[in-house]
């Protein structure tokens, strides 16, 4: 059997099929302008099936049993038709990049310079002491806290001492230095409580005009406890509200022309020797003189 196709190559030599219909054959360029030949296609021939071989009988079988006939074999099955069609593979799905963090950058040189920078720092200023304070050391720092009454700080260093073991002539100096502190430091705080008290009293008898009474105030204090820098200070107050006071009496002793009066006046006045007041009693003194003087003329001529 066979089958013309057309669409053909005319040159002898080509004879190649077109796939489409062209003016020059693709392959050799010949002009297809002539009768295309004809190509038969000669079919397949059919297969050609073996002989089926029978199956050995075997020995011990007897003679009258009757063989089986062979199975039929089917036909082979063409190569084409075994081989199972091909199957486009399926596009590969790109890989899925998890979430990975992007890369850190180097550390720079500056950064490390810094960091060194800020490291020296701390350790400058938490760097531990160069060495330890020696027990005689401890021993004057604990007595000069004693000493400035701070009782509490000076037997902190006398616990650390003993738990340390440290010397018991050293801690034992230390804690009769707290000892002695602790009397003086006790009635050096009744003494502040006591002038709080008598300062109180004498400023409100200058305030109301008594000087005297501020003055005998501040006496019965300096007689239990001593004086001081402000018992001093306060003392010298007094002692100028006093003078005034004598002065003031001793103006009024001028205005009534009473000499004795103004003299007696002036002379207490003089007796507390107070510079600031100098100035005042001077005048007082040279009005006295002129009193007297006009005494003396007045009694002159009644002699």
């Known amino acids: 059997m066979s089958e013309k196709v057309n669409k053909v190559c005319i040159h002898a030599a080509c004879g190649r099929i077109l796939p489409l219909r062209v003016v020059h ?35 011990h ?3 009258s049993v009757p063989q089986a006939a062979p199975a039929a074999v089917p036909p082979p099955v063409p190569p084409t038709a075994l081989a199972p069609a091909p199957t486009k593979a399926p596009p590969a799905k790109p890989a899925v990049r998890g979430s990975v963090p992007p890369p850190r950058p180097p550390v720079r040189l500056r950064t490390w310079i810094a960091a060194a920078v800020v ?60 000892a002695t502190a602790a009397t003086a430091c006790e009635k050096k705080q009744r003494r502040e409580q006591a002038w709080s008290t008598a300062q109180a009293a004498v400023n409100q008898a200058l305030d109301a005009g008594e000087p005297d009474l501020a003055a ?22 007094v002692k100028v509200a006093q003078a005034s006071a004598r002065l003031d009496a001793a103006d009024a002793c001028l205005a009534k022309g009473d000499r004795v009066c103004l003299e007696s006046n002036l002379i207490a006045a003089e007796r507390y020797k107070r510079p600031e007041l100098a100035a005042r009693t001077q005048a007082l003194r040279t009005a006295l003189s002129q009193l007297l003087e006009r005494s003396l003329l007045d009694a002159a001529p009644g002699q």
């Open 119 to 178: 490291l020296t720092g701390i350790w400058f200023f938490n760097k531990p002491a160069d060495k330890p304070a020696s027990v005689a050391e401890q021993v004057e720092a604990a007595t000069a806290l004693a000493a400035q009454c701070d009782l509490d700080g000076a037997r902190s260093a006398l616990a650390v001492l003993k738990s340390a073991r440290a010397p018991a002539a050293q801690w034992k100096r230390l804690q009769a230095s707290i």
């Open 61 to 63: 079988f007897p003679a």
């Open 25 to 59: 054959c693709p392959f050799c360029g010949e002009r297809q302008s002539g009768t295309a030949p004809v190509l038969t296609k000669v079919a397949a021939p059919a297969p050609v099936m073996p002989d089926p071989v029978p199956a050995p009988v075997p020995a």
């Open 216 to 237: 005998t105030r501040l006496a019965a204090h300096v007689k239990r406890w001593g004086d001081d820098a402000d018992s001093l200070e306060l003392d010298a107050r």
